[in-house]
């Protein structure tokens, strides 16, 4: 099992109130699975999603990756497990305006300490992936709305992660482009990556296998897609 959620909860605490986000998940996802988490504003989806991507920790409760405790972590092993093992792609793509394409996926290359030859061929084979081999030298300002996501796919891709960790990925872009940008998702989950993507549209959910769905700070629901039934036969 990559990922296996028990017992977790999550609390803030505003002032002298400890506002409860989580309140006892339990969740198992198997490896190259394609997850939808879904949820209104409010529901906990997105502090879900930081507990995943190793962004926060959870307040009970445990969250083994890879049957890893993260819990156990120090920052230090949580920034080298977010740089190695988890690919992060984002509604505003993050892409830093003064880089090109292949500088912008080189990056956590670079951050990992891969020597330049290594990331280089790294990123072109990436950015070749998802169709982008001849914007390499285009700076994001150069580049459509689509191949900006195409770009931070690439980015995602070129650590050769556990997981990809897709937040609202098309929520920038409109329903063609979208279109598209889930397609390479299939191809993506289809070459043997674990996918998930946390999203309010259930039209893009349903490009998925499962919905996982997010209620008041618990799993309302948790139920394959047609897709995923279809798979099954």
Do not use: W
């Not at 977010?82 to 951050?111: C, D, K, S, T, W």
């Not at 072109?124 to 796919?153: D, F, M, N």
Request: aromatic share 6%.
């Amino acid at each position: 099992m990559l990922i296996e959620i028990i017992d977790l909860t999550k609390n803030y605490v505003m002032g002298e109130i400890e506002v409860p986000a989580l309140k006892g998940i339990n969740l198992k996802i198997a490896r190259n699975e394609y997850v939808a988490i879904m949820g209104p504003s409010g529901s906990g989806k997105s502090t879900l999603m930081n507990i995943l991507g190793c962004l926060d920790t959870p307040t009970t409760g445990n969250y083994l990756f890879n049957r890893v405790d993260v819990s156990t972590l120090d920052d230090d092993q949580l920034s080298e497990m977010r740089n190695r093992q988890i690919g992060f792609i984002f509604q505003n793509f993050n892409l830093l305006p003064r880089m090109n394409a292949l500088h912008n996926v080189e990056l956590p290359l670079m951050y990992a300490g891969v020597p330049k030859h290594e990331r280089t061929e790294r990123a072109l084979k990436s950015l070749g992936r998802v169709g982008l081999a001849e914007r390499i030298h285009h700076k994001p300002t150069e580049l459509s709305g689509g191949q900006k996501q195409r770009v931070a796919i690439a980015r995602a891709l070129v650590s050769n992660p556990g997981i990809l960790l897709a937040d609202e990925p098309t929520g920038a872009l409109d329903s063609k482009t979208g279109d598209e940008i889930m397609a390479l998702f299939d191809e993506l989950y289809n070459e043997g990556n674990t996918i998930i993507v946390i999203t309010h549209e259930r039209e893009i959910a349903e490009y998925s296998h499962r919905i996982i769905y997010i209620k008041d700070g618990l799993i309302f629901s948790d139920e394959p897609t047609e897709r995923g039934k279809q798979l099954k036969r």
